[in-house]
């Protein structure tokens, strides 16, 4: 089973410049990562005229849209895919699975909070948080880091997380 770390925050409080340092410390060191960020607004990577645009118009459910370097899967769902029908159904070959955009989930949480935009952080001990990042006086009974401090928030995720595998 791929491990899963859940980024959490409100909007504008640093959680996509937290992933990036973390994506890159964590390939640095040898593991593999893949991201899930969702978004419940939806969004659209295939763009009109384009011919896989065309092929989804036409009715295909599934499109893949393949290169030497790259491959995309346009897929129309009926549902909102919970965290693991996602890992099950599409992410293999990696190490650990990075998520930004669930705020209620059952996975170990890193919080990136600040006072002025989150008022109290969103989530306790009691909701899996395992860290939070923050540069405001906050009391917690996890692990506290300030956003510079990517090496030893990744130390914490292999630790607890790749060095079992």
């Known amino acids: 089973m791929i491990p899963i770390v859940s980024i959490i925050g409100k909007s504008n409080t640093g959680k996509t410049t ?19 960020k969702h978004n419940r607004h939806g969004f659209e990577i295939d763009h009109e005229g384009k011919d896989s645009w065309k092929h989804r118009r036409a009715g295909a459910h599934l499109t893949v849209i393949a290169s030497p370097e790259q491959v995309a899967l346009i897929e129309d769902t009926k549902k909102d895919y919970a965290i693991a029908e996602l890992r099950d159904r599409y992410i293999s070959e990696v190490d650990i699975i990075l ?17 002025e935009i989150s008022g109290q952080p969103l989530a306790t001990s009691d909701d899996n948080l395992i860290a939070i990042v923050t540069e405001d ?10 956003k510079e401090d990517i090496v030893e928030i990744t130390d914490l995720i292999v630790d607890l997380f790749l060095d079992q595998q």
């Open 18 to 36: 937290l992933i990036e340092g973390l994506i890159r410390e964590i390939t640095h060191r040898g593991y593999r990562v893949a991201t899930i």
């Open 99 to 115: 998520i930004e955009g669930y705020k209620k989930n059952p996975y170990p949480k890193i919080e990136v909070y600040r006072k």
């Open 137 to 146: 006086p906050v009391t917690v009974d996890v692990p506290r880091f300030h």
